[in-house]
């Protein structure tokens, strides 16, 4: 079942949280919500299942406004971050407890306990208290327990971020699989990048209480609605300018006055920025075309090697693939940066 | 953190929820109003007006202070408390420090005899310290034997100080446990590395983190002891204040506007104690803030050290259980006077006592159960009220049920009195000669202490957990019955035992609120007993029996408590 949010506005007291957010997750698709802390995205993901209330907008699941139901009336998953794993029940009973809550009949609670602990491999521990399970049991029984009720949707909120580096990589990929068996509509929040393109369909990214671009994890790598997304999806070079010559010759100018060729129709908005990613870019001799600059940094990373270049008053990373030591540069040596014409960005904030 | 609800917006479930809430809130503001607030305010109210013509006056302060005896006795009650403050910190610094920070062989023991005190009515123990530190007292007896001199420990204001150091010094010792036990090791493991230790750790880093604890006890103890009534009426001292607030409306009347104004005294001084101790902390609780390191940092002692330190425990701990070993001679003692143990034994007194007494021993169970379980009640719904929702005022709800902290128990007695005695049922007999009346003044005395553990109860249940209930289909009514009481049982049964345990031996207020002996309970009984020579042997045989009472219960209280923690295992930590 797919979700909308139209318009939706939140505050605390004087702090605007989320503005005027909109947004449809396709049925079936494992969504993110990604931001730096603070962005807004638990809130709104709270807000899906009940736990805030809007000032304003709506909330569709199907074709059905929810923004007006108590949590307990709206069948949307969640499983918490920090799992919620009620201490004075056994793993099963914590499986259940939802199933118990929609008084179903004694059997049938039994039978679909035991098929969601089957569902996350746990079907042995269901005597256990939590507290007798380790970290990454403990968010599967969070799991299981959450999908025991067959949610709608089932939110996730930074499901990973209690796990050790080596479980988060085998989690992630259990709870793709899982969404997959199951075709359930999930949205997960995360900081991680990485958690977030490794799993998920299409990513919103929020900053602000704002929602910057929503898009496949290569759309937003490769074309990054804005400075934000650019900056905090991968790594990515910045540089003040401005647009100079006239129709034809265009040419965008950085501080320091070296140029970058635009193509001819490119369209540059006031105050963008040039941006392109270390690896779009290569060292040449000095004097070539490109941007002049002078190496302060070198870090060999086997496969590549990134340089950290100075160009007018900012330092630039370039990544070019390592061929042997004597293609190297040195530390000081004065070079020319060239960019992939195509793959320069020009963004404004 | 949930955002402020508009509530016309908000959904009909989270409507009637709020609207439960509200009528909740209601009920208990209503409660606190009549049983605490409408007496109190009575009180101040006649402190400040003129007898007979009924204006507004300022004549009965300047009465007050005009009276030598009065000024006096302020005083007295300032000296007493400030000085039992600080013995009672001799008493239960050593034994905080060397239990937690050290090796300690039989730590366990000496925090578990550091409650006993708490669980004997303190005006018992009076009678027992006389008996044992008096001017013909054991001890001194002892003393002049082999040494030729005596101690006045138990000489007029002396023996209050003494007494109640050794009653309420567990004040300070819970608290400045609690509050070394919660300094990171790494704290003192820094200033060790640095090169600091010995007294020097102590008085530069370990003292100042735990200073919120130790000041926490040590305002407690000082407003316990600036209001308590029976124990200096115990040991004949009369020039205290809280003594004369008693004296004058039991011997003059209700009608008696000196009582007033001592009670209206007695209340600023404790608000002011409280203020001061909560300002000068104020931004100073650090346990929250620190990070990493985990267990304690235990030392071992040297040689040296071990004697020295064992020897100020073995000292500390006797006078701790002295009282408990006197008042158990005296109830079996046929005659104990100017000789250091008793002349022979008997059981009789406590025949007599179940006999003649068993009336006060039901009336006690039944009062301190009903109270325990009012403040519990109390207890766990205003904090629900005030830390899951956001009921506007209901913050009042907490202040106003901690206030009763600074009203001392024989104001409450007399604000009874005076506002529901006027008050008729409909067969004549006035409201504040109800036995039900003891129970209430009982609830609201001990309901601060029920609140705070029903507080720290709630606090431990993280809100993940009750909306992963809702969140799962469970309403609020659902999730506090199957997720929120069975996680906050242990709190809210370790907030009945504190009130059931120091309701079963309050006397302040119950010595105002009994009205026939029918109706007391054991404290009361053990307080008319202790008046004379001859019922010191029945009434130290009902001390005993209260104190085995209220340690039975405390036991059983701990053994649940324990079990349930258990059966959680280690999942908080």
Redesign the interface.
């Known amino acids: 079942m797919g979700i909308e949010i139209r318009d939706v506005n939140?505050?605390?007291?004087s702090h605007h949280?989320l503005k005027n957010i909109n947004l449809r997750v396709h049925p079936g698709e494992i969504f993110a919500f990604l931001g730096p802390s603070g962005c807004g995205k638990t809130?709104l993901l709270r807000l899906i299942?009940?736990?805030?209330?809007a000032?304003s907008g709506q909330v569709l699941l199907g074709d059905e406004d929810i923004?007006?139901?108590?949590?307990?009336?709206?069948?949307?998953?969640?499983v918490?971050?920090?799992y919620?794993?009620?201490?004075?029940m056994t793993v099963a009973k914590n499986v259940a407890?939802?199933l118990e809550?929609?008084r179903l009949p004694r059997a049938q609670v039994a039978s679909r306990v035991k098929a969601a602990l089957e569902l996350v491999g746990l079907q042995e521990l269901g005597a256990r208290?939590?507290?007798?399970l380790s970290g990454g049991q403990q968010q599967r029984v969070a799991v299981a327990?959450?999908i025991a009720?067959e949610p709608k949707v089932l939110l996730l909120d930074e499901p990973l971020s209690n796990l050790d580096t080596k479980m988060r990589v085998q989690v992630r990929r259990e709870l793709r699989d899982l969404q997959r068996r199951l075709c359930l509509t999930t949205i997960f929040v995360t900081h991680d990048q990485e958690e977030a393109n490794s799993i998920c369909d299409r990513i919103a990214v929020m900053n602000d209480g704002v929602i910057q671009h929503v898009g496949t994890p290569i759309e937003l790598y490769e074309a990054p609605a804005n400075l934000f997304v650019a900056n905090f999806l991968g790594t990515a070079n910045i540089l003040e300018g401005r647009v100079v010559g006239e129709a034809g010759v265009r040419a965008f100018e950085v501080a320091g006055g070296a140029r970058v060729a635009l193509a001819a129709n490119a369209p540059v908005s006031s105050g963008a920025k040039l941006v392109f990613r270390p690896q779009h870019a290569a060292l040449g001799p000095s004097g070539s075309s490109g941007l002049a600059g002078t190496i302060v940094h070198r870090e060999f990373l086997g496969s590549i090697v990134r340089y950290g270049v100075n160009v007018g008053r900012s330092e630039i990373l370039v990544e070019m693939p390592f061929i042997s030591s004597a293609t190297l540069k040195d530390l000081g040596e004065n070079v020319a940066v060239t960019l992939v014409p195509e793959r320069a960005l020009f963004l404004a904030a | 953190m949930t955002a402020a609800i508009d509530f016309r917006r908000a959904p009909p479930g989270v409507r009637l929820a709020t609207t439960g809430q509200g009528l909740l809130a209601a009920g208990i503001a209503l409660f606190l109003a009549l049983f605490l607030v409408v007496p109190v305010v009575t009180v101040i109210y006649v402190a400040f007006t003129e007898k007979g013509s009924g204006g507004f006056t300022l004549v009965n302060f300047l009465d007050f202070a005009r009276t030598d005896l009065f000024i006096t006795s302020l005083w007295n009650s300032i000296y007493v408390s400030a000085m039992t403050v600080i013995l009672a910190s001799v008493f239960a610094l050593p034994l905080a420090y060397l239990t937690t920070r050290f090796e300690f062989r039989g730590a366990g023991i000496v925090q578990l005899l550091g409650f006993l005190p708490l669980i004997m009515p303190p005006f018992a123990g009076a009678v027992a310290m006389q008996l044992l530190f008096g001017r013909n007292g054991t001890v001194n007896l002892l003393l002049d034997d082999y040494f030729g001199f005596k101690i006045p420990f138990m000489e007029g204001l002396n023996g209050v100080i003494f007494t109640q150091a050794v009653h309420y010094f567990p004040f300070i010792l819970i608290n400045l446990s609690a509050a070394l036990r919660n300094i990171d090791r790494a704290m003192e493991e820094a200033a060790q590395n640095l090169g600091c230790q010995g007294l020097r750790l102590f008085r530069r880093i370990v003292f100042p983190l735990a200073m919120p604890g130790y000041v926490a006890g040590a305002s407690l103890v000082f407003v316990k002891v600036f209001d308590d009534l029976a124990t200096p009426l115990l040991l004949n001292v009369k020039d205290m204040l809280a003594p004369q607030a008693y004296l004058r409306i039991t011997a003059i009347g209700l009608a008696d506007p000196m009582g007033y104004v001592i009670s209206v005294v007695l209340i600023v001084v404790s608000v002011a104690v409280i203020g001061v101790a909560a300002l000068a902390m104020k931004g100073k609780d650090y346990a929250t803030v620190q990070r990493g390191g985990g267990g304690l940092a235990r030392r071992k002692l040297d040689r040296v050290g071990s004697i020295a330190a064992y020897g100020v425990v073995a000292l500390i701990l006797f006078l701790v259980i002295a009282p408990h070993v006197g008042l158990f001679l005296l109830s079996v003692a046929t005659v104990w006077s100017f000789s250091p143990l008793p002349d022979g034994y008997t059981l009789a007194y406590y025949e007599r006592v179940f006999v003649e007494s068993g009336v006060f021993i039901k009336n006690t169970l039944l009062y301190a159960t009903l109270a325990g379980l009012i403040d519990v009640v109390l207890g766990v719904t205003i904090a629900y009220l005030v830390l899951r929702t956001k009921l506007p005022g209901r913050h009042w709800l907490d202040w106003t049920a901690s206030a009763a902290l600074a009203i001392p128990g024989v104001v409450l007695g007399i604000g009874y009195l005076r506002t529901f005695f006027g008050v008729q049922l409909p067969d004549g007999t006035s409201l504040a000669s109800l036995w039900i009346m003891i129970v209430l003044a009982l609830a609201i005395r001990r309901l601060p202490y029920a609140l705070r553990a029903c507080y720290a109860a709630l606090q431990q249940v993280s809100a993940s957990l009750e909306e992963a209930a809702e969140n799962l289909g469970a309403n609020k009514f659902r999730t506090v019955k199957r997720i929120i009481m069975p996680l906050m049982m242990g709190g809210i049964l370790a907030g009945f035992i504190t009130s059931f345990a120091t309701a079963a031996v309050e006397l302040s207020a119950t010595l105002m609120l009994v009205q026939k002996t029918s109706d007391a309970p054991l404290a009361y009984g053990l307080y008319v007993f202790m008046q004379s020579p001859a019922g010191r042997g029945p009434g130290a045989a009902l001390g005993i029996i209260a104190v085995a009472l209220v340690a039975i219960c405390s036991l059983l209280s701990n053994w649940v408590i324990e079990r349930n923690q258990k059966m959680r295992g280690a999942h908080r930590a």
């Open positions: 939140l505050s605390y007291g949280v809130t299942a009940g736990f805030n209330q000032a923004a007006a139901l108590p949590p307990w009336k709206r069948d949307v998953g969640m918490f971050q920090s919620a794993l009620w201490p004075h407890f939802g809550e929609r208290y939590p507290s007798q327990r959450t009720i």
